[in-house]
């Protein structure tokens, strides 16, 4: 299948170059945590990670001429090399990214002479929504592509006004949970902002504790980092509870149960939904 991608922020039809799709598997590679037994087969402990996928394909450009072609294989390929990850979206999927990089060479040569080469990405395991549910959309958006199904209002659904205890369900429309073992570049923040005496969160079986008091602020729970700070200011040391894993958003339905003396505060749940 031949269509287009869009890598660093740039379109591929920027360079008049499409992507002809090789392996395109959805099922990252699993690191297994087994031992042997002694026994016939292997123990499995269970809550096994997954490796980087390989998304393997071919860059295709028709050039007119031979300086025209030479020109524009090096652009294509200044354009495909990177240092870091970087964003990668599909043409068929535009409503998800992947963090992704090349480590192997590009044929310059094969581009030169051919128009068209071999290229692999090597990308972390998960696709992700390419906006968070903070973000403030409704069906007229013109630029976001409504393939996923994520509520109307997106950041309506998403935000909570608390005055006493309060249960706020969210959807994560993901295939993945996400949480202090996401990959680098998962995102689950719960942001609160107002004033209160003391607060407790506890969802899907875990529970934080912020301790100290806030009479008007914003204080972040970075539950992929395990980071809690006030106006930018560190304030792990305030809170307690689950500090070993601090909370999850499970894929589904979630319900935030919130606790605590004092509550004026709204709550906005920042999560980068995930897939497999």
């Known amino acids: 299948m031949i269509g287009q991608i869009e890598y660093k922020g740039i379109h591929s039809s920027i360079y008049g170059v499409y992507w002809k799709s090789g392996a395109r598997p959805l099922m990252p590679p699993m690191v297994p ?75 310059l040569e094969a581009l030169i002479t051919t128009g068209e080469a071999n290229i692999t990405f090597y990308c972390q395991p998960f696709a992700y929504m390419v906006i968070d549910t903070s973000a403030d959309l409704t069906w ?82 970075d539950n992929v980092n395990m980071e809690v700070d006030l106006n930018g200011t560190n304030k792990l040391s305030k809170v307690t509870g689950d500090l070993g894993e601090f909370l999850e958003a499970i894929p589904g339905s979630n319900t935030l149960v919130v606790s605590g003396t004092g509550l004026n505060i709204s709550i906005l749940i920042d999560l980068t939904p995930e897939w497999i």
């Open 33 to 107: 945590k087994t031992v042997t037994s002694g026994a016939s087969g292997v123990y499995d402990f269970g809550d096994n990670n997954y490796s980087p996928v390989k998304i393997s394909g071919k860059i295709v450009f028709f050039p007119t001429g031979a300086i025209d072609r030479k020109q524009k294989a090096r652009e294509v390929a200044a354009w495909l090399s990177s240092d870091k990850w970087e964003k990668l979206i599909f043409g068929d999927e535009t409503d998800k990214f992947y963090y992704a990089r090349t480590y192997e060479q590009i044929d």
């Open 140 to 221: 007229e958006e013109a630029d976001f592509p409504w393939i996923t199904e994520i509520p109307w209002v997106m950041a309506d659904a998403y935000t909570f006004t608390v005055t006493g205890d309060t249960d706020c369900v969210f959807e994560n429309p993901g295939t993945r949970k996400t949480y202090y073992k996401s990959p680098q570049g998962s995102k689950f923040d719960i942001v609160i902002t107002g004033s209160f005496t003391t607060l407790t969160l506890t969802l899907n079986g875990k529970t934080l504790n912020y301790t100290e008091a806030i009479s008007n602020g914003i204080v972040t729970i």
